[in-house]
Protein backbone atom coordinates (compact mmCIF):
# COMPACT_ATOMS: atom_id res chain seq x y z
CA UNK A 1 0.00 0.00 0.00
CA UNK A 2 1.28 3.43 -0.99
CA UNK A 3 0.84 6.80 0.54
CA UNK A 4 -1.45 8.86 -1.21
CA UNK A 5 0.43 12.12 -1.25
CA UNK A 6 3.90 10.79 -1.92
CA UNK A 7 4.21 7.34 -2.95
CA UNK A 8 6.01 6.32 -0.37
CA UNK A 9 5.02 3.18 1.97
CA UNK A 10 1.53 3.48 3.63
CA UNK A 11 1.29 2.96 7.28
CA UNK A 12 -2.65 4.14 7.65
CA UNK A 13 -5.27 2.46 5.55
CA UNK A 14 -8.55 4.50 6.11
CA UNK A 15 -10.74 2.29 3.71
CA UNK A 16 -13.74 4.33 4.17
CA UNK A 17 -12.08 7.35 2.39
CA UNK A 18 -9.97 4.87 -0.31
CA UNK A 19 -7.14 6.40 0.87
CA UNK A 20 -3.61 5.18 2.42
CA UNK A 21 -1.04 8.32 3.86
CA UNK A 22 2.54 7.19 5.37
CA UNK A 23 3.04 8.62 8.91
CA UNK A 24 4.68 11.69 8.26
CA UNK A 25 1.30 12.86 5.74
CA UNK A 26 -0.85 10.65 8.08
CA UNK A 27 0.06 13.35 11.10
CA UNK A 28 -0.49 16.45 8.84
CA UNK A 29 -3.68 14.97 7.20
CA UNK A 30 -5.31 14.63 10.89
CA UNK A 31 -4.60 18.44 11.84
CA UNK A 32 -5.70 19.81 8.49
CA UNK A 33 -9.13 17.85 8.87
CA UNK A 34 -9.73 18.92 11.96
CA UNK A 35 -9.54 22.82 11.17
CA UNK A 36 -11.61 22.03 8.54
CA UNK A 37 -14.35 20.59 10.94
CA UNK A 38 -13.99 23.24 13.48
CA UNK A 39 -14.80 25.83 10.37
CA UNK A 40 -17.35 23.78 9.07
CA UNK A 41 -19.62 23.34 12.35
CA UNK A 42 -18.54 26.60 13.22
CA UNK A 43 -16.92 25.34 16.59
CA UNK A 44 -14.29 28.32 17.91
CA UNK A 45 -11.82 30.69 16.59
CA UNK A 46 -8.35 31.30 17.13
CA UNK A 47 -9.17 34.92 19.89
CA UNK A 48 -11.42 32.64 21.60
CA UNK A 49 -9.92 30.89 24.87
CA UNK A 50 -10.94 26.66 24.79
CA UNK A 51 -11.00 24.43 27.31
CA UNK A 52 -10.15 20.90 26.76
CA UNK A 53 -11.55 18.14 28.97
CA UNK A 54 -8.43 15.50 28.93
CA UNK A 55 -8.78 12.26 30.88
CA UNK A 56 -5.21 10.81 30.00
CA UNK A 57 -6.56 8.82 27.25
CA UNK A 58 -5.56 8.96 23.59
CA UNK A 59 -8.49 10.70 22.04
CA UNK A 60 -8.64 14.11 24.52
CA UNK A 61 -4.71 13.85 24.42
CA UNK A 62 -4.89 13.54 20.69
CA UNK A 63 -7.17 16.67 20.84
CA UNK A 64 -5.31 18.87 22.71
CA UNK A 65 -2.00 18.01 20.97
CA UNK A 66 -4.49 18.77 17.48
CA UNK A 67 -5.51 22.34 18.98
CA UNK A 68 -2.28 22.80 19.97
CA UNK A 69 -0.38 22.56 16.54
CA UNK A 70 -3.09 24.34 14.81
CA UNK A 71 -2.22 27.59 17.05
CA UNK A 72 -5.44 27.42 19.45
CA UNK A 73 -5.79 28.80 22.81
CA UNK A 74 -6.18 25.53 24.46
CA UNK A 75 -5.83 24.89 28.07
CA UNK A 76 -6.59 21.54 29.50
CA UNK A 77 -9.35 20.47 32.39
CA UNK A 78 -8.32 17.12 34.37
CA UNK A 79 -11.36 15.52 36.36
CA UNK A 80 -10.07 13.46 39.18
CA UNK A 81 -12.81 10.83 39.42
CA UNK A 82 -11.34 8.98 42.68
CA UNK A 83 -11.47 5.43 40.38
CA UNK A 84 -9.23 2.74 41.88
CA UNK A 85 -9.95 -0.51 40.33
CA UNK A 86 -6.87 -2.30 40.70
CA UNK A 87 -4.79 -0.40 38.53
CA UNK A 88 -5.04 3.31 40.03
CA UNK A 89 -6.79 4.40 37.13
CA UNK A 90 -7.29 7.57 38.28
CA UNK A 91 -4.09 8.36 39.47
CA UNK A 92 -1.87 7.06 36.77
CA UNK A 93 -4.34 9.17 34.05
CA UNK A 94 -3.54 11.99 35.82
CA UNK A 95 -0.12 11.47 35.79
CA UNK A 96 -0.34 10.76 32.28
CA UNK A 97 -2.22 14.42 31.58
CA UNK A 98 0.52 16.41 33.91
CA UNK A 99 3.56 14.96 32.05
CA UNK A 100 1.95 15.92 28.34
CA UNK A 101 0.84 19.15 29.95
CA UNK A 102 4.52 20.08 31.20
CA UNK A 103 6.23 18.11 28.12
CA UNK A 104 4.93 21.13 26.06
CA UNK A 105 4.28 23.60 27.91
CA UNK A 106 1.01 23.77 28.15
CA UNK A 107 -2.05 24.62 31.42
CA UNK A 108 -3.79 21.99 33.40
CA UNK A 109 -6.26 22.55 35.61
CA UNK A 110 -7.13 19.87 37.89
CA UNK A 111 -10.27 19.10 39.94
CA UNK A 112 -10.66 16.54 42.30
CA UNK A 113 -14.32 16.11 43.01
CA UNK A 114 -13.30 14.00 45.82
CA UNK A 115 -11.28 16.88 47.39
CA UNK A 116 -14.11 19.16 46.08
CA UNK A 117 -17.15 17.70 47.57
CA UNK A 118 -15.85 14.77 50.08
CA UNK A 119 -16.96 11.38 47.59
CA UNK A 120 -15.16 9.88 45.02
CA UNK A 121 -17.49 8.82 42.04
CA UNK A 122 -17.84 5.17 43.54
CA UNK A 123 -18.58 6.59 46.73
CA UNK A 124 -21.50 8.89 45.80
CA UNK A 125 -22.75 5.95 42.91
CA UNK A 126 -22.91 3.77 46.43
CA UNK A 127 -24.74 6.18 48.33
CA UNK A 128 -26.93 7.51 45.54
CA UNK A 129 -28.17 4.19 44.09
CA UNK A 130 -28.18 5.75 40.16
CA UNK A 131 -27.23 3.45 37.83
CA UNK A 132 -27.87 -0.24 39.42
CA UNK A 133 -24.53 -0.48 40.70
CA UNK A 134 -22.57 1.20 38.23
CA UNK A 135 -20.82 4.53 38.77
CA UNK A 136 -21.09 5.54 35.04
CA UNK A 137 -24.30 8.09 35.03
CA UNK A 138 -23.18 9.45 38.53
CA UNK A 139 -19.64 10.01 36.68
CA UNK A 140 -21.15 11.14 33.75
CA UNK A 141 -23.80 13.68 35.95
CA UNK A 142 -20.82 14.47 37.98
CA UNK A 143 -18.54 15.39 34.69
CA UNK A 144 -21.02 17.34 33.06
CA UNK A 145 -22.19 19.18 36.20
CA UNK A 146 -18.06 20.27 36.57
CA UNK A 147 -16.91 20.89 33.52
CA UNK A 148 -19.80 23.33 33.12
CA UNK A 149 -18.60 25.26 36.07
CA UNK A 150 -15.15 25.07 35.77
CA UNK A 151 -15.32 26.61 32.21
CA UNK A 152 -18.01 29.23 33.28
CA UNK A 153 -15.73 30.32 36.49
CA UNK A 154 -12.48 30.25 34.56
CA UNK A 155 -13.90 32.39 32.00
CA UNK A 156 -13.69 29.87 28.58
CA UNK A 157 -15.73 30.04 25.82
CA UNK A 158 -15.92 26.93 24.53
CA UNK A 159 -15.63 23.26 26.34
CA UNK A 160 -13.28 20.41 23.89
CA UNK A 161 -14.34 17.08 24.27
CA UNK A 162 -12.19 14.20 22.25
CA UNK A 163 -15.69 12.47 21.07
CA UNK A 164 -14.43 10.23 17.85
CA UNK A 165 -16.66 9.23 15.88
CA UNK A 166 -17.13 5.50 17.15
CA UNK A 167 -18.48 7.17 20.16
CA UNK A 168 -20.88 9.45 18.30
CA UNK A 169 -21.82 6.70 16.11
CA UNK A 170 -22.31 4.56 19.17
CA UNK A 171 -24.97 7.05 20.83
CA UNK A 172 -26.58 7.47 17.32
CA UNK A 173 -27.19 3.97 17.50
CA UNK A 174 -28.45 3.45 20.82
CA UNK A 175 -30.61 6.53 20.98
CA UNK A 176 -32.03 5.72 17.09
CA UNK A 177 -32.77 1.73 18.93
CA UNK A 178 -34.80 3.42 21.76
CA UNK A 179 -36.01 6.41 19.59
CA UNK A 180 -34.60 8.49 22.48
CA UNK A 181 -35.81 12.32 21.18
CA UNK A 182 -34.66 14.30 23.10
CA UNK A 183 -30.77 13.02 23.45
CA UNK A 184 -31.65 12.69 19.33
CA UNK A 185 -31.87 16.44 19.29
CA UNK A 186 -29.00 16.99 21.57
CA UNK A 187 -26.48 15.11 19.30
CA UNK A 188 -24.17 17.55 17.42
CA UNK A 189 -20.91 18.30 16.97
CA UNK A 190 -21.39 21.62 18.46
CA UNK A 191 -24.10 23.06 20.88
CA UNK A 192 -23.96 26.34 21.60
CA UNK A 193 -23.86 28.31 24.75
CA UNK A 194 -27.30 28.25 26.05
CA UNK A 195 -28.98 29.39 29.97
CA UNK A 196 -25.75 29.47 31.79
CA UNK A 197 -24.21 26.00 29.47
CA UNK A 198 -20.91 26.73 27.79
CA UNK A 199 -20.85 26.16 24.19
CA UNK A 200 -19.40 22.23 23.64
CA UNK A 201 -17.80 21.02 20.85
CA UNK A 202 -16.64 17.89 19.33
CA UNK A 203 -13.53 18.42 16.93
CA UNK A 204 -12.80 14.97 16.51
CA UNK A 205 -16.64 13.38 15.99
CA UNK A 206 -15.31 12.51 12.30
CA UNK A 207 -12.51 10.70 12.72
CA UNK A 208 -12.64 6.89 13.42
CA UNK A 209 -11.06 5.69 17.04
CA UNK A 210 -8.30 3.65 15.48
CA UNK A 211 -7.14 6.70 13.12
CA UNK A 212 -6.87 8.40 16.89
CA UNK A 213 -4.86 5.85 18.22
CA UNK A 214 -2.71 5.66 15.04
CA UNK A 215 -2.41 9.40 15.63
CA UNK A 216 -1.23 9.54 19.37
CA UNK A 217 1.31 6.42 18.26
CA UNK A 218 2.45 8.45 15.96
CA UNK A 219 2.55 11.98 17.87
CA UNK A 220 4.66 9.46 20.74
CA UNK A 221 1.76 10.75 22.75
CA UNK A 222 2.03 8.54 26.23
CA UNK A 223 -1.77 7.72 26.95
CA UNK A 224 -3.78 5.42 29.47
CA UNK A 225 -3.99 2.49 27.71
CA UNK A 226 -6.15 0.53 29.95
CA UNK A 227 -10.08 1.49 30.10
CA UNK A 228 -11.56 2.85 32.95
CA UNK A 229 -12.78 -0.52 35.20
CA UNK A 230 -16.37 0.23 34.81
CA UNK A 231 -16.40 0.44 31.05
CA UNK A 232 -16.34 -3.31 30.71
CA UNK A 233 -19.56 -4.41 29.88
CA UNK A 234 -20.99 -1.00 29.29
CA UNK A 235 -24.09 -1.05 26.81
CA UNK A 236 -22.00 1.71 24.67
CA UNK A 237 -19.17 -0.85 24.40
CA UNK A 238 -21.63 -3.44 22.61
CA UNK A 239 -22.82 -0.89 20.26
CA UNK A 240 -19.61 -0.38 19.48
CA UNK A 241 -18.37 -3.86 18.89
CA UNK A 242 -21.74 -4.17 16.69
CA UNK A 243 -20.95 -1.20 14.36
CA UNK A 244 -17.42 -2.73 13.80
CA UNK A 245 -19.09 -6.13 12.63
CA UNK A 246 -21.25 -3.66 9.91
CA UNK A 247 -17.77 -1.75 8.92
CA UNK A 248 -16.05 -4.90 8.31
CA UNK A 249 -17.98 -5.95 5.85
CA UNK A 250 -19.28 -2.02 4.41
CA UNK A 251 -16.57 -0.11 5.14
CA UNK A 252 -17.58 3.65 5.32
CA UNK A 253 -20.66 2.53 7.06
CA UNK A 254 -20.37 4.05 10.48
CA UNK A 255 -19.24 7.76 9.14
CA UNK A 256 -22.00 7.75 6.46
CA UNK A 257 -24.60 6.51 9.47
CA UNK A 258 -23.06 9.74 11.43
CA UNK A 259 -22.94 11.79 8.41
CA UNK A 260 -26.51 11.55 7.32
CA UNK A 261 -27.99 12.01 10.13
CA UNK A 262 -26.22 14.94 10.43
CA UNK A 263 -27.67 16.16 7.36
CA UNK A 264 -31.16 15.17 7.94
CA UNK A 265 -30.82 17.44 11.50
CA UNK A 266 -29.41 20.32 9.20
CA UNK A 267 -32.07 19.99 6.90
CA UNK A 268 -35.15 19.91 9.09
CA UNK A 269 -35.75 16.39 8.25
CA UNK A 270 -35.37 15.00 11.74
CA UNK A 271 -39.27 14.65 12.18
CA UNK A 272 -38.74 14.31 15.85
CA UNK A 273 -37.82 17.66 15.70
CA UNK A 274 -41.50 19.29 15.71
CA UNK A 275 -42.57 17.18 18.27
CA UNK A 276 -39.75 18.03 21.00
CA UNK A 277 -40.95 20.09 23.83
CA UNK A 278 -38.60 22.41 25.70
CA UNK A 279 -38.40 21.97 29.50
CA UNK A 280 -38.46 25.07 31.83
CA UNK A 281 -34.56 25.97 32.98
CA UNK A 282 -33.60 28.60 35.54
CA UNK A 283 -30.88 29.02 37.81
CA UNK A 284 -30.47 25.74 40.64
CA UNK A 285 -30.80 27.48 43.98
CA UNK A 286 -27.19 26.10 45.34
CA UNK A 287 -24.61 26.45 42.42
CA UNK A 288 -26.41 28.46 39.95
CA UNK A 289 -25.83 26.24 37.20
CA UNK A 290 -29.23 25.82 35.06
CA UNK A 291 -31.43 23.08 35.12
CA UNK A 292 -35.09 22.05 34.71
CA UNK A 293 -35.51 20.67 38.37
CA UNK A 294 -37.76 22.36 40.80
CA UNK A 295 -34.94 23.10 42.89
CA UNK A 296 -31.54 21.74 43.11
CA UNK A 297 -30.26 20.62 40.17
CA UNK A 298 -29.65 16.78 39.81
CA UNK A 299 -25.62 17.03 41.11
CA UNK A 300 -26.80 19.76 43.93
CA UNK A 301 -29.32 17.20 44.93
CA UNK A 302 -27.25 13.93 44.77
CA UNK A 303 -24.75 15.66 46.82
CA UNK A 304 -27.56 16.95 49.48
CA UNK A 305 -28.44 13.03 49.54
CA UNK A 306 -25.03 11.87 50.41
CA UNK A 307 -24.78 14.52 53.05
CA UNK A 308 -27.72 13.64 55.16
CA UNK A 309 -27.20 9.89 54.27
CA UNK A 310 -23.54 10.05 55.87
CA UNK A 311 -24.56 12.18 58.56
FE1 LIG B 1 -17.00 7.27 34.43
FE2 LIG B 1 -15.60 5.03 34.06
FE3 LIG B 1 -18.22 5.01 33.64
FE4 LIG B 1 -16.61 6.32 31.97
S1 LIG B 1 -16.68 4.10 32.32
S2 LIG B 1 -18.53 7.07 32.82
S3 LIG B 1 -15.04 7.10 33.38
S4 LIG B 1 -17.19 5.38 35.59
ZN1 LIG C 1 -26.73 22.82 41.47
Redo the contacts with the bound molecule.
Keep these: MKCKKCGGKASVNMRQHRMALCKEHFIEWIPEQTERFIKKYNMFTREEKVLVAVSGGKDSLALWDILTRLGYKADGLYLGLGIDGGVNYSDESHRLTAEFAEKNGLTLHTVNIEKEYGYSIPVLSDISYRGHGKPCSVCGLAKR ?1 EMNRIARDLGYDVLATGHNLDDEAAVLFGNTLQWSSDYLLRQRPVLPEKDGLARKVKPLCRFYEREMTAYSIARGIEYIYDECPFADGATQVFYKETLNQLENTRPGIKLTFYLRFLDARQSGNLFIEKDAVQAHIHP ?1 A ?4 P ?1 SAPD ?2 S ?2 RMIEKANTTTG
Excluded at 286 to 289: E, H, I, L, N, P
Design positions: HCKCGQTLCFC
